[in-house]
């Protein structure tokens, strides 16, 4: 559906895309994950055709990136990009018939779209009131009103409250059981590992990681993070060392990353000459690969 | 088609958010009336002649001059400040809508405010006894004429100086008042200085006033009004390839952002 290939771009002498290679299939959701400034708004923006890159390809749907392959793409900005004396209604109108649809085409798809994201009973309110939830949904709305090939959701939980983010994740999910495509860039790493399929890791303008989650997991060698809590800290990373596990701190947390799963029981036996305030464990997740991909964190 | 599409759409959602300012939307129609009754009633009492009389030449000069020029000019650098404020510009920048369909959407949504407008202003004037017998279609050319030219400059203003709402006013009023002034929208040219009479001269205001004072209150022709008409076209052409240039420079900035 989406391929890029070698895409570079630079702003002055600043390289901000260094050779970028991403594919993206059809009916799958593809996180790009990367800090602010990694290059992912650059990258969205050069497959939308408002800016041109220095150089590399980008096909969607098969052919190349022009301004006629704008129909093929919706694009829900992480602002809430709407006219706010309008209703959902009139917004939705208006998108659609710069898109192409006219009639009772666009009426149908108005009706559909609105019942996509949940929003039929709102169609003629306007929409300066909305809550935040429902103005991200119509901002949604917007990028769907056209049935696009490839659907890029630029931050779409950027700066909601809990309840109405897993609204948005719960439309995302409807959305990919229709078969959309869905190219979703966050730096909310939940985010990206409940919804995505595939996601590629962007940092300094280059993919440095790409897979499923499972697949990334395979890039840190750890079954499981065992997360201690303990005033001796040299003692504990010592015994770490002596039993072959890597050691990280996450925040203010001393974690080892053991090989293999173990009972708690075992664990406890491993550290039982360190006084332990308190021991957990968790699976490896999408943070700790990103961390360690990354380096510096988010 | 496609362009005819998008230029109605976009000139369609600009109608609509005017119909939902309710307000702003009776503003604009007490506005010209205030200014016709005040032009009137100063021209008849200055010159000495019937409400009537004066009327004839108020209404010309109250529409483009301060109905037009506030209605079109300052909408459409308010449209275009407000997209740019609300970022909705950005979003039709990442969809197909063309710059042409979006400059002709803002031109006919400001020609139905300008239409409405002359409908409002001359229907005050008839009522207040007012004979217009100059050619309607030859009226109607100038007033779309000065129409394009206003949004052509609005373009302008408001892709190029305006970034944000609070600059639209300072913006419409330090190039538009004086423009009003030497054009004879809010005092007769007659008496004005010989220089300044010179610089009113290349002011599109004056033209489009003295055009339309010809044609709609002392009957004039073509032939007649013909360097002011061609004036005004010319000026209105320069305009609009003036303000496509904006539009472009604009698009190159915004997208970058």
Redesign the interface.
């Known amino acids: 559906m989406l391929t890029i290939k070698n895409l570079k771009k630079n ?1 002055g002498k600043r390289a901000v895309i260094k050779d970028l290679n991403l594919e993206i299939k059809a009916g799958e959701i593809y996180g790009l994950l990367g800090a602010n400034g990694a290059g992912k708004t650059t990258t969205i ?1 050069i497959i ?1 055709n ?2 041109e890159a220095d150089s590399g390809t980008i096909e969607i749907n098969n052919k190349k990136v022009s ?1 006629g392959t ?2 093929y ?1 919706g ?1 829900a ?1 992480q ?1 809430n ?6 209703s959902c209604q ?1 917004n939705l109108k ?2 659609g ?4 649809l ?1 009639g009772k085409k666009c009426d149908r798809r108005i009706a559909e779209t609105l019942a996509a994201v949940n929003l039929s009973d709102r169609a003629k309110t ?1 929409v300066e009131s909305l809550s935040g939830g429902m103005k991200r949904r119509i901002n949604i709305a ?1 990028a769907l009103i056209h049935e696009p090939k490839l659907v890029i959701l630029d931050e779409p939980t950027t700066g909601l409250d809990i309840e109405t983010r897993y609204e948005i994740w719960q439309l995302i999910e409807d959305l990919k059981k229709q078969g959309t495509t869905i190219l979703l860039t966050t730096h909310l790493l939940d985010e990206a590992q409940r919804l995505c399929d595939r996601i590629g890791i962007i940092k300094e303008g280059k993919i440095i990681a790409e897979g499923s989650l499972n697949e990334l997991r395979k890039l840190i060698p750890a079954a499981e993070i065992v997360i201690i809590k303990t005033k001796e800290t040299e003692q504990a990373i010592s015994r770490g060392k002596e039993l072959g596990f890597c050691h990280r701190y996450y925040g203010n947390d001393l974690a080892f990353w053991l090989p293999e799963k173990l009972e708690l029981r075992e664990t406890l036996e491993l550290f039982a000459n360190i006084n332990l305030e308190s021991i957990s464990r968790k699976d490896v997740d999408l943070e700790h690969i990103y961390l360690e991909l990354t380096k510096n964190g988010i | 088609m ?1 362009y005819w ?2 230029t ?2 976009v000139a ?2 600009i109608l ?2 005017l119909w ?2 309710k307000r702003s939307l009776i503003f604009w129609g007490v506005f010209p009336i205030a200014i016709l009754l005040l032009n009137g009633y100063i021209y008849g009492g200055r010159a000495g002649i019937p409400t009537a009389k004066a009327m004839e030449f108020a209404a010309p000069s109250s529409l483009v001059g301060a109905a037009l020029f506030f209605s079109c000019l300052g909408g459409s650098v308010a449209t275009v400040v407000s997209e740019r404020e ?3 510009l ?8 063309s710059g042409v369909s979006y400059f002709l959407g803002i031109f006919v949504a400001h020609c139905f405010i300008g239409i409405g407008q002359t409908i409002l202003v001359y229907t005050v004037a008839a009522f207040l006894g007012a004979k217009f017998d100059g050619s309607i279609l030859l009226g109607l050319a100038i007033v779309f004429l000065s129409i394009l030219a206003y949004v052509g400059v609005g373009f302008i203003l408001g892709t190029q100086l305006a970034k944000r709402a609070e600059d639209v006013n300072a913006i419409v009023a330090t190039f538009g008042v004086p423009l009003l002034i030497l054009g004879g929208a809010f005092l007769p040219t007659s008496i004005l200085p010989k220089n300044l009479l010179t610089i009113a001269k290349v002011n599109p205001i004056y033209h489009m006033n003295e055009a339309l004072v010809g044609v709609w209150a002392r009957g004039k022709e073509f032939a007649e009004i013909a360097d002011r008409f061609w004036f005004l076209f010319i000026f209105a052409l320069v305009t609009i390839a003036l303000g496509w240039i904006s539009y472009r420079s604009t698009i190159y900035i915004e ?2 952002l």
Request: aromatic share 12%.
């Open positions: 702003y923006n939308c408002l800016i301004q704008k129909k793409v694009v900005p602002e990009l709407l006219y706010k004396n309008l009139e208006f998108y018939r710069i898109y192409g006219d306007p917007i | 496609k599409r998008e109605i759409a369609q959602r609509t958010e939902r300012r609300q970022q909705t950005k979003r039709l920048f990442i969809s197909p809508l997208k970058r």
